[in-house]
């Protein structure tokens, strides 16, 4: 829990790119991730999925930089989805009410199927 | 402030930290706490609340308390055993009233990108007290 790595591994799947996170997203890791999603806008990505599986802790810095992401997409006319939250950055997503602003979905594939299922 | 006193210990009992005002060496702090309470008996989700509740308190106290002024301080004080786990953490800004911070889950604060730090401090903490200025916060994590 007091590990301050985090890995970021990008990739594409369907017309979307999922963005997967593993290990920490706290208070020195968000600028490393505010600096992936400024790499992705800047490439013109339009749907995003974010895989929360191997993400183990969550705090109001990282959670600000994919609420940044979600507007900034949007203003492109793009989308944003979280997927596969563990159980406590699940819950930090239900108590903070993020999950009424982006869409959480069970795993990444729901969350790929979704952005196909909403473009049709 | 000392340690309040429904906290349950004496001010004596508590370890003091004093760091330079920026989040890598906050983060150093919070590790160093981190690993103490890795020698108790905390569950996994109770470790990441202590974990989430000190990192909104840093991160409050660096950049809205301190302002990101690094020739600043933060000092941290705490105390952990196997029943509870208390943590201050105090800035040498000016203080705020936490009574005018905005509800962060309100329909119309949803897409802010910041302001949760002291709504998940009390969600997730048994106690949360400021003291009477506003740059010292008081926080106790009761083990189940």
Sequence with gaps: MNSSALIIETRSEQDATVVALRGSAGMTEAEILQATFDELLATGRGSVVVDLSGLEFLSSNGLGVLIRAHQALRDRGGRLSLAAARQPVDRLLSITRIRDLIPVHKNVSDAVTAFGAGSA | ?144
């Design chain 2, 1 to 144: 402030m000392k340690v309040p006193g429904h906290f349950g210990v004496r001010d004596d009992d508590l370890e003091t930290l004093v760091v330079p005002n920026d989040l890598r060496h906050a983060k150093s702090a919070e590790d160093q706490i981190l690993e103490q309470i890795g020698s108790c008996c905390y569950e996994p989700d109770e470790v990441f609340a202590i974990k989430l509740a000190l990192e909104e308190a840093l991160t409050n106290a660096v950049k809205h308390g301190n302002r990101n002024d690094p020739g600043k301080q933060i000092s941290i004080r705490f105390y952990i055993d196997d029943n509870r786990v208390i943590i201050m953490v105090r800035d040498q800004g000016p203080g705020f009233v936490p009574e005018q911070v905005p509800d962060p889950t309100a329909e119309e604060n949803l897409e802010r990108p910041n302001g949760r730090g002291l709504m998940l401090m009390h969600a997730y903490m048994t106690s949360v007290q400021y003291n009477e200025a506003g740059n010292e916060v008081w926080m106790l994590k009761e083990k189940r």
